[in-house]
């Protein structure tokens, strides 16, 4: 389309010519900004072409085309409409409120906890020192052998037998289809 008067502007027929010439490249160039969200780049494009129906008077500006005005236009749009999602909090789906915990699973996950510490503490401090330094520090064997200054042999025999200690003092936490190993 080359230049067109500020009385075609309103035309259904202008804008529709308007959308055949440079729709396909401005949703090309929309999706882009829009990191290849088609439905974002659609709703776009439709907006720019909104505003070029409602601003006749760049159809009369010193172009040879309309790409130009429509692609700064279209920018603009997909800036703002990316500022105006980063200053609203994240939108969250209906999966994410069925997943929120229930009280009752947050009052069995607390006494489950409480059982635990309780069982760590009735281990003798040597099995509970290697237990910590690997299960509740993240520590690998070597790790936790050089902070507790013992060989890595010992933490692992340690920790074998502190696990058996508390599979004995937490029977109804034991794994499905688990048996509890002899005591030593």
């Not at 259904?12 to 055949?20: H, K, T």
């Not at 290849?36 to 040879?64: C, I, K, M, N, S």
């Not at 969250?92 to 699973?105: R, W």
């Not at 607390?110 to 401090?125: F, G, H, M, Q, Y």
Request: aromatic content about 6%; overall charge negative; proline content about 7%.
């Amino acid at each position: 389309m080359t230049t067109a008067t500020a009385s075609t502007t309103t035309d259904e027929q202008a804008l529709a010519a308007l959308q055949r010439e440079h729709g396909p490249a401005l949703l090309s160039f929309l999706s882009g900004l829009t990191y290849g969200d088609q439905q974002r780049a659609e709703d776009l494009l439709q907006e720019t072409l909104v505003r070029a129906w409602q601003h006749p008077e760049a159809f009369d500006g010193p172009y040879e085309s309309m790409r130009p005005w429509l692609f700064t236009v279209g920018r603009r749009l997909a800036i703002d409409a990316r500022r105006s999602r980063m200053a609203r909090p994240t939108e969250i789906g209906d999966g994410v409120l069925a997943t929120t915990a229930d009280p009752a699973d947050i009052t069995e996950s607390a006494v489950a906890a409480l059982d635990v510490r309780a069982a760590v503490e009735s281990l003798s401090p040597e099995h509970r020192a290697v237990l910590v330094q690997i299960y509740f520090h993240g520590l690998s064997v070597n790790e936790a052998a050089e902070t507790l200054g013992i060989p890595p042999g010992t933490v692992k025999s340690r920790s074998y037998y502190a696990l058996r200690a508390l599979a004995r003092c937490l029977p109804g936490y034991a794994r499905p289809g688990a048996s509890a190993p002899a005591g030593r």
